[in-house]
C-alpha cells in the first residue's frame, strides 16, 4: 500500500462504507440515498478520450450534508451531473434510493429528475421570461399536478426562502441572492431525496454567499440530504463531510472536523 | 406541458414580433385565403349554375332545339362557328313537326327573342327590352309566375292577339307609378295591351330577367323578333327526368329526318338541356378545383417551410430553456408538445387571418365581377385543421431536435 492509499482508506469514515461499496451488483439498503460503484465518465473528444472520471466510488447516506472539493477540472461537475442523471456514466454503478439508475432510459431519467432530485445551478438557470412563482411551479407542472396546487405549494415554497413578496417578479428584477433563493425552492418543491448544489454560491459575493449557506445549513439540519460542490474550503466547512476530487477520482473523505483542523494546520 | 401555456407562449411571441410573425405566416394566409376564396366561387357558382341557371333560365327537365349552342361556355374555334352559320334554320314547320311527335305529358314552345325599343303613351324611350315571341305553354315550362294581371292563352296565339305580359323593370320604367294593366307599350311602332306584369326575377347569367316583354308568337312580334330567318329555338319539357332520354331521342330522329342526315352524318342542330350546361360548369369546376388544391397547396407548403425555420431558429435560441425543462423534469415528449403546440397556434393564427383575408376576397370577387361567392362553412373548418396541421408537420422536424437535446449540453449554451 502506498502512503497514499493507505490515508484514502483511512480517510474514509467507516468500514461500514467500504462494505456497501464492495457489494459490486447488489442494491444498497435503504440508509443510502446515494451509492457510486467505478464510476467512470468519458469524452471522446475527436479521436482523443478525456477521462473526467476514473472510477469513483461513494457512498451517501440519508440526512447527510457533504461538500465536494478539488481543483477545477477535477471532475466535480460531471460527477454532480451523474448524481442528478443529467448525465449517465460511461461505466459503474449508480444507484439513487435503493434503485440502479445507471441503467434507466430517458423518459425514466426524467421522472427521476423530476420526483428525486433537487439541483441548485451555479449560475441559477431561471427562465427568464418566468415569474419567479412560475419558475418555482416548473416541476410540479412535469410532476402533472394540477394548476390550483401548483400554485399553493409554489407559494409556500416561496415563502420558505422568505421570497412570497417577490413571487410575481421576474429573475432580472431580482438581486442575484434572491434569484438562487427562487432557485432553491425549485429545487425543494417537490420534495427530493437529495439536493444537489454545483458551486451555487460562485456567482455570490461573500455576504449573499453566507446568507445562501444559512438556507442550506436549515435545510440540513432539518434532515435534506445535501451535495454540494465548490472549491471554497470556507463554504466546505459549512458541510458535515467533505469529499476532495483529484483527476477524476476520490482522494480523500472525511468528516469536516478532520477537514477543518488539516485546513487550520496548513495556514 | 401545459397545452395553454405553450399556446400563450406562442402568442407572445407573435405579439411581440409582430412584423417577423407576419411573414412567417404569409405562406399559410395566402394558402388558407385562396381555399377559402376558390371554394367560395366555386360554390357560389355551383349555387348559381345548378340552381337559377339551370332551373330558372333553362326550366327543370328542359331542352331546347337550336341550330347551334347558345350556352356553351367553352371554347369555340373559327372553324366551328363557320361550319354552324352553315347549318340549317330551325323553322315554324320544324316545330310544329316536334310539337306532333311529342308523346303526351311533354310540354313545347316556340321561343323567338330579340332585343327592340319600346315605347309607352307616358315614356317615349328608355332601354332595350327583351321582346321574346312564344307560344303559351312557355309560361309553364319556365316557370313564370304572373304576380298582376294574366298570361295570354292558346287561343290569343292562334288569333295573333296583340297582348304582352313584361317584367318588373319594364312596368316600372315605362308606367310609372300607374298600373300597367291595360296600358299600351309600342314594339316595332305597333301598340300592344299589357295583360300581365312577372314576379320580378333579378339577373341570371347577365340577362336582366325583369327586362322581359312576352307575347304571343304568332302575333306581329314574331316578325319583329326574326323569326323569318330561323327560329331563336323550340323549348321542349319531357314529364321527368327518366322521361327525357327518350323525348330527346324522339326530337333528335326527328330533326335527323327533316334536315335528310345519313347515318354517319353528324347531328346539324343542338339538342341543348341544362345537363348540358352543367357539363360544360363541370368542367370548368374542374380547373376551379385543381386551382383551388394547388394555389393552396402551394402556399401551405412554402409556409410550412418558413414556419420550419423560424421554428429551427427558436430551438437554437431557447437551448438553454429546454436544458432547464429537462433538468426539472420534462420528458422527450413534454418538449416534443411544447414546440409543436407552439408551431401549431402560430399556425393557426396565420390559418385564421387568411381566413378573413378569404372571406373579404371572396366578398370583393362577388362585388366587383357577375361571380356569385358564397363561403362554404366547411372550408372554414377545413382550413382551421390545415392550419394547425401545417404548424404540427412543419414543427415535427425542429421540435424532434428540441427534445433529443441533452440536458448537461442544453444548460450550457448560452
Ligand atoms: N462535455 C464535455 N466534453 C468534453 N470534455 C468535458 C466535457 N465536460 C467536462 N469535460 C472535461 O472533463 C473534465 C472534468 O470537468 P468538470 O467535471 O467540469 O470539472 P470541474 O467541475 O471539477 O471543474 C475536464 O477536463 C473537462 O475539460
Ligand atoms: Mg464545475
Known amino acids: 500500500m502506498t502512503a497514499d492509499a493507505h490515508e484514502l482508506a483511512g480517510l474514509s469514515t467507516t468500514g461500514e462504507r467500504q462494505a456497501?461499496?464492495?457489494?459490486?451488483?447488489?442494491?444498497?439498503?435503504?440508509?443510502?440515498?446515494?451509492?457510486?460503484?467505478g464510476i467512470r465518465r468519458d469524452y471522446d473528444m475527436g479521436g482523443e478520450v478525456v477521462h473526467a472520471l476514473r472510477g469513483v466510488d461513494l457512498a451517501v447516506r440519508r440526512n447527510e450534508y457533504v461538500a465536494i472539493m478539488g481543483p477545477s477540472g477535477s471532475g466535480k461537475s460531471t460527477l454532480m451531473n451523474i448524481i442528478g442523471c443529467l448525465d449517465t456514466p460511461t461505466a459503474g454503478e449508480y444507484w439513487l434510493n435503493g434503485v440502479l439508475v445507471s441503467a434507466m432510459k430517458d423518459d425514466e431519467?426524467?421522472?427521476?429528475?423530476?420526483?428525486?432530485?433537487?439541483?441548485?445551478?451555479?449560475?441559477?438557470?431561471?427562465?427568464?421570461?418566468?415569474?419567479?412563482?412560475?419558475?418555482?411551479?416548473?416541476?410540479?407542472?412535469?410532476?402533472?399536478?394540477?394548476?390550483?396546487?401548483?400554485?399553493?405549494?409554489?407559494?409556500?415554497a416561496l415563502e420558505r426562502v422568505q421570497l412570497a413578496d417577490r413571487m410575481d417578479h421576474r429573475p432580472n428584477e431580482l438581486s442575484g441572492g434572491q434569484r438562487q433563493r427562487v432557485a432553491i425552492a425549485r429545487a425543494l418543491?417537490?420534495?427530493?431525496?437529495?439536493?444537489?448544489?454545483?458551486?451555487?454560491?460562485g456567482n455570490l459575493d461573500s455576504q449573499t454567499s453566507e446568507e445562501i449557506m444559512r438556507v442550506f445549513e436549515g435545510l440540513a439540519n432539518s434532515g435534506q440530504t445535501v451535495i454540494m460542490v465548490?472549491?471554497?474550503?470556507?463554504?466546505?466547512?459549512?458541510?458535515?463531510?467533505?469529499?476532495?476530487?483529484?483527476?477524476?477520482r476520490i482522494s480523500s473523505d472525511e468528516r469536516r472536523d478532520a477537514f477543518v483542523s488539516k485546513l487550520a494546520a496548513t495556514i | 406541458m401545459p397545452f395553454f401555456e405553450a399556446v400563450r407562449l406562442a402568442l407572445a411571441q407573435i405579439r411581440v414580433q409582430k412584423l417577423k410573425s407576419f411573414f412567417t405566416l404569409l405562406g399559410v394566409m395566402i394558402g388558407v385565403m385562396f381555399l377559402i376564396a376558390v371554394v367560395s366561387i366555386v360554390q357560389g357558382m355551383g349555387n348559381y349554375v345548378e340552381d337559377a341557371f339551370a332551373g330558372k333560365f333553362l326550366g327543370v327537365?328542359?331542352?331546347?332545339?337550336?341550330?347551334?349552342?347558345?350556352?356553351?361556355?367553352?371554347?369555340?374555334?373559327?372553324?366551328?362557328?363557320?361550319?354552324?352559320?352553315?347549318?340549317?334554320?330551325?323553322?315554324?314547320?320544324?316545330?310544329?313537326?316536334?310539337?306532333?311527335?311529342?308523346?303526351?305529358?311533354?310540354?313545347?314552345?316556340?321561343?323567338?327573342?330579340?332585343?327592340?325599343?319600346?315605347?309607352?303613351?307616358?315614356?317615349?324611350?328608355?332601354?332595350?327590352?327583351l321582346v321574346q315571341a312564344v307560344t303559351p305553354e312557355y309560361f309553364a315550362i319556365k316557370n313564370l309566375v304572373v304576380t298582376q294581371g294574366r298570361a295570354f292563352n292558346e287561343q290569343e296565339d292562334r288569333l295573333g292577339a296583340p297582348v304582352v305580359v313584361i317584367g318588373t323593370e319594364v312596368a316600372e320604367h315605362f308606367f310609372p307609378a300607374l298600373d300597367p294593366i291595360g296600358k299600351e307599350l309600342r314594339i316595332g311602332g305597333l301598340p300592344f295591351r299589357v295583360i300581365g306584369v312577372l314576379e320580378k326575377q333579378g339577373t341570371v347569367f347577365g340577362v336582366p330577367l325583369d327586362r322581359q316583354v312576352l307575347g304571343p308568337f304568332h302575333s306581329a312580334l314574331h316578325r319583329f323578333t326574326g323569326a323569318r330567318r330561323g327560329l331563336y329555338g323550340v323549348v321542349v319539357q319531357a314529364p321527368s327526368a327518366e322521361a327525357m332520354p327518350e323525348v330527346q331521342a324522339t326530337v333528335r330522329e326527328l330533326m335527323r329526318r327533316r334536315h335528310k342526315l345519313r347515318p354517319a352524318q353528324d347531328d346539324d342542330f343542338v339538342l341543348e338541356s341544362s345537363e348540358s350546361a352543367l357539363t360544360t360548369w363541370a368542367s370548368i369546376k374542374r380547373y376551379l378545383v385543381l386551382a383551388g388544391i394547388f394555389l393552396p397547396a402551394i402556399g401551405l407548403v412554402v409556409g410550412a417551410m418558413v414556419i420550419m425555420n423560424i421554428m429551427l431558429v427558436a430551438v437554437a435560441e431557447r437551448t438553454r430553456e429546454i436544458g432547464i425543462r429537462k433538468s426539472l423534469g420534462a420528458r422527450r415528449r413534454d418538449i416534443?408538445?411544447?414546440?409543436?403546440?407552439?408551431?401549431?397556434?402560430?399556425?393557426?393564427?396565420?390559418?385564421?387571418?387568411?381566413?378573413?383575408?378569404?372571406?373579404?376576397?371572396?366578398?370583393?370577387?362577388?362585388?366587383?365581377?357577375?361571380?356569385?361567392?358564397?363561403?362554404a362553412t366547411w372550408s372554414i373548418g377545413v382550413a382551421v385543421l390545415l392550419g394547425a396541421g401545417v404548424g404540427i408537420v412543419a414543427g415535427i422536424y425542429p421540435a424532434g431536435r428540441a427534445s433529443r437535446l441533452d440536458p448537461v449540453v442544453a444548460l450550457r449554451a448560452d
Open chain 1, 20 to 37: 456497501v461499496i464492495g457489494a459490486t451488483g447488489a442494491a444498497p439498503g435503504k440508509d443510502w440515498v446515494i451509492v457510486t460503484r
Open chain 1, 109 to 156: 431519467l426524467a421522472r427521476v429528475r423530476n420526483r428525486e432530485i433537487g439541483f441548485v445551478f451555479q449560475t441559477f438557470n431561471l427562465l427568464p421570461r418566468a415569474t419567479a412563482l412560475h419558475n418555482v411551479e416548473l416541476p410540479l407542472v412535469y410532476a402533472g399536478v394540477p394548476a390550483a396546487e401548483r400554485k399553493r405549494r409554489a407559494i409556500e
Open chain 1, 189 to 201: 418543491i417537490n420534495n427530493p431525496a437529495i439536493l444537489l448544489a454545483d458551486e451555487p454560491t
Open chain 1, 230 to 248: 465548490t472549491h471554497e474550503p470556507d463554504i466546505a466547512a459549512h458541510a458535515r463531510r467533505v469529499v476532495v476530487l483529484r483527476d477524476g
Open chain 2, 61 to 129: 327537365n328542359t331542352f331546347n332545339v337550336r341550330r347551334f349552342p347558345d350556352f356553351n361556355m367553352g371554347d369555340v374555334t373559327e372553324a366551328e362557328w363557320r361550319a354552324w352559320q352553315r347549318r340549317p334554320l330551325v323553322t315554324v314547320e320544324d316545330a310544329m313537326a316536334i310539337r306532333d311527335a311529342l308523346p303526351a305529358g311533354t310540354r313545347w314552345a316556340i321561343e323567338d327573342a330579340r332585343w327592340l325599343a319600346a315605347q309607352s303613351p307616358y315614356v317615349a324611350s328608355g332601354p332595350q327590352a
Open chain 2, 336 to 375: 416534443m408538445a411544447q414546440f409543436l403546440v407552439e408551431a401549431s397556434t402560430l399556425s393557426t393564427f396565420g390559418a385564421a387571418i387568411g381566413i378573413g383575408l378569404g372571406i373579404g376576397l371572396s366578398k370583393l370577387v362577388a362585388a366587383v365581377s357577375p361571380l356569385p361567392a358564397s363561403v
